[in-house]
């Protein structure tokens, strides 16, 4: 399949993944993606926004790890779905955006949105890499254990411990679960983007330098700008021909923002 768009570390794709992904045949570290959620396309408002069916399944042909956004209610939805793809998910992360986005009166006016990873196999054949983050509390320095077993006794889990050596502060901490980052209101080129550094952990996190990673609903292409940022490469597939091209012209020229994935 000719590429869209090409060049050392990124490669963009134009159709629907269904139909591209299968004919790449790609293995890649990981995905990041933020396909449609399918909750506002019957408003009329948003016909876009419909939940590719069986795309799941698809995405589980090129990569045992994936990091995907969307809302609660989309996967409890969507939860059977993924499962029948040998998708399990193992946490969550929150994006709090600041100025929150709504279009009820109803509900609480939403500030956050969701993103989850999934993994395929088993968890320790996954890459996982916890970033790190400075710390600004105070440098210590004190013993290490690590859990060796544990087995369920009525509600209380009781855990055999052994040593493991001692730690010593090097002024970090793990990432947070709650990232914040400004949403991209009034700068965006596409409804639903997604700042670059919401991107970068979830990268960094699920696949090593000079990995590759795969966005199927590239959306204006940030999962690809964050990853060249990290030193990883990235595949993109977007079915619309606009956003195409918007990706290209911004890849070609290598000034995309901090910004935008859909």
């Not at 090129?62 to 609660?72: D, E, K, L, Q, V």
């Not at 100025?99 to 949105?113: I, L, P, Q, Y």
């Not at 991107?199 to 699920?206: D, G, H, M």
């Amino acid at each position: 399949m000719t590429p869209y768009y090409a060049d050392d570390t990124v490669t963009l794709y134009h159709g629907d993944m269904r139909d591209v992904l299968p004919d790449l045949q790609l293995q890649t570290d990981c995905i990041v993606t933020d396909p449609p959620y399918g909750l506002m396309h019957t408003s009329g408002t948003c016909t876009w926004d419909t939940w590719p069916a069986g795309w799941a399944a698809v995405a589980a042909t090129a990569a045992r790890s994936m990091w995907c956004f969307g809302t609660m209610r989309t996967f409890l939805d969507r939860a059977a779905e993924l499962a029948a793809a040998g998708w399990h998910m193992s946490q969550d992360v929150i994006w709090s955006k600041g100025s929150g986005t709504g279009v009820t009166a109803d509900r609480f006016r939403r500030s956050h949105e969701i993103v989850t990873h999934w993994y395929r196999g088993q968890w320790r054949d996954i890459h996982h890499q916890t970033p790190r983050v400075p710390s600004t509390r105070p440098p210590v320095t004190r013993p290490v254990v690590h859990r060796t077993d544990s087995i369920r006794a009525g509600r209380n889990d009781i855990y055999t411990w052994k040593p493991a050596g001692t730690w010593t502060d090097d002024g970090t901490r793990y990432a947070l679960s709650v990232i914040t980052a400004p949403n991209m209101q009034g700068r965006s080129i596409h409804p639903t983007e997604k700042p670059a550094e919401v991107l970068r952990p979830l990268i960094e996190y699920a696949s090593p330098p000079g990995g590759l990673v795969l966005d199927p609903f590239a959306g204006s292409g940030s999962t690809a700008q964050a990853a060249r940022q990290l030193g990883r490469r990235a595949v993109l597939i977007e079915v619309n021909e606009a956003y195409c091209e918007r990706i290209a012209r911004r890849l070609a020229q290598d000034v995309l923002p901090f910004g935008a994935s859909a």
